[in-house]
């Protein structure tokens, strides 16, 4: 089982190819939760399977793969590739094995048929050339002329042969030499005369090496032949540093290919991917016990009473004996391992699974700080959820968060219920990321911009699904989503307050922002996109978004634009909110700022072409948005960087959404002006105070 050693491999992206509707399609997972929303029978369920299926060990029947494809799906057709993004602790952990370049994405794929997880690492892992050419620097440089003379024989004779004694003499006094290796014209050279010559041959193996050349260093060190040099060595009785250096450069020729084990590595470090079903999740609060409960008792209930080792035969036995000091014994030390665990698991939370029996019922309660028991249906949906879950992840031994998969998250929950789902959703710590599949608008998750991801039915093909991440640009506020969703937007947008934006950028950005700036958990608004993406004709329209609607613009001249057309438009003025800054951009710390385009501009390199000091001066006071300032002086030096959208999108995720002091009081001002107009107050607009 991998995932055991840590959760900084990062789920970020998976692509499907023939699998039921998903015949072709990718999906970006790079937040911490994802709802998947579509109109039903678009393929949300399939979506999840294929994820699960990455790590569940099955194989496609042939019903599950997709029709209405050209070719068959065949068992070597690979159906799911799900992309991992690695850090600086993923790094480390390869870095023993001296790479040539730092991996930084892990692909795990499966085919159609039976089959084995299939690995790969970006950029593929080679042995380190660079250890390579400090080895053969070495030995280029050990070979001083005095290295060489230290190699010449000893006490030569007249005629310039060295005075050796014979090796291995026999009885008689001779000397058992064997001939050596042929030389390159197949001649047979004598032990002595090749160690007269064995100097002379190295260093001409030392002068043709040359690390600047044309040939690259493998060669060389391949052409070298490092292991013929030191057994000759060997043959003559001789060390020192030239023979230290042949040694270097032999180990890493000799070194085998990293590939498989940086896999492995990787691999062991990456969370499993779980389907934690309804059977699974939703653990009732009670169950009367029967013979045929306790021979094949719910998954859930099986879960709990695993986790807390109880035994429901025991149990049984000791409720028809009659035995009632047996019965409460086996309760007592289920609880007690209960408490136990739960305090290991979740330490966040002094909260535990607690039972008790009456009669036949097996009751689960919460046990809350060690002494305060209530009903476990009393307690919200989000606590009794993360109560099956701590179960269900206790018996699969997952040390470490999972990715967990959800489908109909909204399942048996009132509106208020599925709310507090997705807050919990949000906030807790025990899955590395959720993604869930929901139908109903109260289920979904607070940034509608970055959270959502739509699977819709393929207009040109019955039989196929696509997958949306950027369905916001086909209408304003949340028609879209309503579409995307197979909704209407009237059972969305009545009981919501809702800030229409500019764009995506504001959608995803504006939250986070205003939430760090005025130090909360959450805003009792929304924000959606759409104002510079409609017709100024739509904007009369723009009020059955919502029942209670503000607009926010930009503090540029294009946010003057606006606001003066949604006047001209019919929109009252008193619910028109400028932004104190150029543009939300503007509010950002700038360090933070240029850290996000930094690594966006490294990512699509895969090298690290720039660092935070070569990028321009972003000063809080000027004349020019921020990002027009960065895009010149991208495209000037010629760096590729992804739009605005991404950018704001990698700022929520890496936690990089962090307001400047001047930002903090604009953000403050915008909310105040904000909430008094969705309140039914009539704000003095803050860029204009």
């Not at 290991?344 to 607690?354: C, G, K, L, R």
């Not at 929520?652 to 107050?681: Q, R, T, Y």
């Amino acid at each position: 089982m991998h995932g055991n050693l840590g959760v900084d491999v990062r789920l970020t992206k998976a692509e499907f190819s023939g699998f039921g509707r998903l015949a072709n399609a990718q999906i970006n997972l790079d937040h911490k939760v994802v709802a998947i929303v579509g109109p039903n029978e678009a393929g949300k369920t399939t979506l999840l399977n294929a994820l699960a299926y990455i790590d569940n060990g099955e194989s496609l029947s042939f019903v599950q793969r997709s029709r209405g494809v050209p070719g068959d799906v065949l068992d070597d057709h690979v159906v799911v590739r799900v992309q991992y993004r690695l850090n600086g602790d993923d790094q480390d952990a390869v870095s023993h094995l001296d790479l040539n370049e730092k991996p930084t994405e892990l692909w795990l794929s499966r085919t159609a048929g039976p089959s084995d997880i299939g690995k790969e690492i970006v950029p593929a892992p080679y042995k380190n050339l660079a250890t390579l050419a400090l080895a053969l620097k070495a030995f280029k440089a050990a070979g001083t002329d005095a290295a060489i003379a230290d190699l010449e024989p000893a006490n030569p004779d007249e005629d310039g042969n060295a005075d050796l004694e014979p090796a291995n003499p026999d009885e008689d006094g001779n000397a058992d030499l064997e001939p050596a290796n042929p030389d390159e014209d197949g001649n047979v050279v004598e032990p002595e005369q090749r160690r007269a010559s064995f100097s002379i041959r190295l260093k001409a193996a030392l002068d043709a090496l040359d690390l600047c050349g044309e040939l690259g260093t493998e060669e060389q060190a391949v052409e070298l032949d490092p292991a013929a040099w030191i057994g000759e060595f060997d043959e003559h009785g001789l060390g020192g540093p030239i023979r230290s250096a042949l040694e270097q450069v032999q180990a890493w020729i000799q070194k085998g290919d990293p590939t498989d084990e940086v896999a492995n590595i990787l691999w062991g470090r990456s969370p499993e991917i779980l389907l934690f079903s309804d059977d699974h999740r939703l653990l009732a609060s009670s169950y009367d016990l029967t013979a045929e409960i306790v021979d094949t008792p719910p998954a859930a209930l099986d879960n709990i009473c695993r986790m807390a080792e109880l035994s429901l035969a025991e149990l049984w036995k000791a409720i028809n004996n009659g035995d009632e000091g047996a019965r409460e014994t086996l309760i007592e030390l289920a609880n007690q391992t209960l408490q136990s665990k739960f305090a290991q698991a979740w330490n966040q939370s002094n909260v535990a699974a607690h039972m008790k029996i009456n009669g036949v019922s097996l009751e689960i309660r919460i046990k809350q700080d060690g002494y305060a028991i209530t009903r476990f249906d009393e307690r919200s949906a989000g606590l009794q959820m993360f109560v099956a879950l701590v179960a269900f992840l206790n018996l699969r031994g997952q040390a470490v968060p999972p990715v967990l998969l959800i489908d109909e998250a909204e399942t048996h929950l009132h509106i208020d219920a599925q709310a507090d789902l997705v807050n919990e959703f949000m906030t807790q710590t025990r899955a590395a990321k959720i993604i869930y599949t929901t139908h109903s608008p109260a289920c979904l998750p607070p940034d509608l911009g970055t959270n959502i991801r739509a699977v819709v039915p393929d207009p040109d093909n019955g039989q196929r699904s696509l997958v949306e991440g950027s369905f916001w640009t086909k209408g304003v506020g949340y028609s879209p989503l309503m579409l995307a969703m197979g909704a209407g937007a009237a059972a969305f947008s009545a009981a919501r307050k809702v800030v229409l934006t500019e764009g995506a950028t504001e959608m995803l950005l504006l939250p986070s922002l205003i939430k760090k700036a005025i130090d909360a958990q959450d805003l009792d608004y929304q924000v959606a996109p759409g104002l510079s993406e409609v017709p100024v004709s739509m904007y009369p329209e723009l009020d059955l978004e919502g029942a209670r609607v503000a607009y926010l613009v930009d503090g540029d001249q294009g946010g003057h634009g606006l606001r003066q057309a949604l006047i001209d438009a019919g929109v009252p003025e008193n619910r028109i909110v400028a932004l104190g800054a150029l543009t939300l951009e503007n509010v950002l710390d700038p360090e933070s700022y240029k850290q996000v385009v930094v690594k966006l501009i490294n990512e699509a390199a895969r090298a690290e072409r720039v660092i935070i000091s070569d990028l321009p001066d972003l000063p809080a006071h000027t004349t020019t948005p921020w990002p027009r300032t960065i895009k010149g002086w991208a495209r000037s030096a010629g760096h590729p960087l992804p739009g605005k959208r991404v950018v704001a999108s990698r700022l929520v995720e890496e936690g990089l959404a962090i307001p400047s002091p001047e930002g903090i009081e604009i953000l403050k001002a915008a909310h105040a002006a904000l909430s008094e107009v969705l309140n039914g107050g009539r704000p003095e607009d803050p860029a204009r105070s």
